[in-house]
């Protein structure tokens, strides 16, 4: 974000706070408006099912305008390493190759 110092594990404290929230990650995507965009990947609690609307208005309640994702995934897993940490790398990976087919 344009002038902005943002932290993933910031927003993604507030995000594993939901309580239908079971893994969550944030990345910067590139955007030609602001520079970079936040995109949140989401896991929902087994069993939960969870809305874009939910995520946006919690996060609402809980962080500034600008460190509000606004581009939300949810997803069955997230890839992990070998002792549990969240790949944020792949996940950033994983868009930049969806991004170059377009």
Do not use: W
Not at 13 to 32: C, R, S, W
Not at 42 to 52: R, S
């Amino acid at each position: 974000m344009l002038g902005y110092n943002i932290y993933p594990r910031e927003i993604d404290e507030v995000l594993y706070q939901h309580p239908k929230v079971a893994d969550a990650a944030t990345i910067g995507m590139p955007d030609e408006y602001r520079g970079e965009t936040i995109k949140a990947f989401i896991v929902p609690k087994q069993g939960q099912t969870l809305t874009e609307e939910e995520i946006t208005a919690f996060c609402a309640e809980k962080l500034a305008p600008y460190k509000r994702p606004k581009i939300i995934e949810f997803r069955k897993a997230l890839p992990k390493s070998a002792v549990g940490k969240i790949l944020r790398k792949v996940l950033k990976e994983e868009e930049t190759d969806k991004n170059k087919g377009k």
